[in-house]
């Protein structure tokens, strides 16, 4: 009975379906299934699934977004239940995410954030337009080992380098890993400021994560 519902998990992220996801997870906690299995045996699966979809060029930029959607219904119900129940999910650590001062894109950073949060990180999503200080601030508050730096424009692409400085100001680096991305952002641009790591999607940005905590997929 369980496992039928797991599949349905994962079905409703697969196929984008918020309401879907969000109501199973309802389910699940009607019929005692352990919010943390429901994640990581049903919806967890789903996400997984359109990833690897996205990745062989089967699912698209829109495919990840509506899965995404899905993900945060399902686990906006469950994480409430997993408090009360003094659990919690086992964490691959602790991430700071945001699109750098001078830029209000944000699809991409939101997606990455819930790819991030659905593979095992702690996720603290800053926004848009965020300056270099608040991530290096946000990072030792939380002790985060992956600060994720999103630029859109090449005139805000200089804010990433900002970002690593201010780290280096408050004395978190190397300790703490950088990740940046963006549609102008290339791995040439990574490796001349000096980041840890460069993804050119969200796919791409959980696996360099994973990377760089080394942490196996």
Not at 15 to 30: H, N, S
Not at 183 to 208: C, K, L, N, Q
């Amino acid at each position: 009975m369980a496992d039928d519902l797991f599949h349905e998990m994962a079905s409703s992220i697969t196929e984008g379906d918020p309401e879907a996801a969000g109501a199973l997870a309802k389910r699940a906690i009607a019929e005692g299934i352990d919010p943390l299995e429901a994640i990581n045996k049903g919806f967890v699966v789903g996400m997984k699934q359109v990833g690897e979809s996205f990745g062989c060029g089967d699912a698209y930029l829109p495919d990840l977004v509506l899965a995404g959607e899905a993900m945060k219904a399902a686990v906006a119900v469950l994480d409430p239940e997993l408090a009360r129940r003094g659990q919690q999910r086992e964490t691959a650590g602790e991430v700071v995410i945001g699109t750098v001062k001078g830029d209000i894109h944000d699809i991409g950073k939101t997606l990455v954030g819930t790819m991030l949060a659905a593979s095992g990180f702690q996720v603290h999503d800053l926004g848009v337009d965020v300056p270099p200080e608040r991530f290096a601030h946000k990072a030792r508050e939380v002790k985060a080992v992956i600060v994720g730096v999103s630029a859109l424009l090449t005139t805000t692409m200089v804010n990433q380098k900002s970002v690593i400085e201010a780290l280096d100001d408050l004395g978190l680096r190397p300790q703490v890993k950088v990740l940046v991305g963006g549609a102008p952002v290339t791995r040439s641009w990574a490796d001349t400021i000096e980041a840890d790591g460069f993804a050119e999607d969200a796919i791409g940005a959980v696996a360099e994560a994973r990377r760089l905590v080394n942490k196996p997929a």
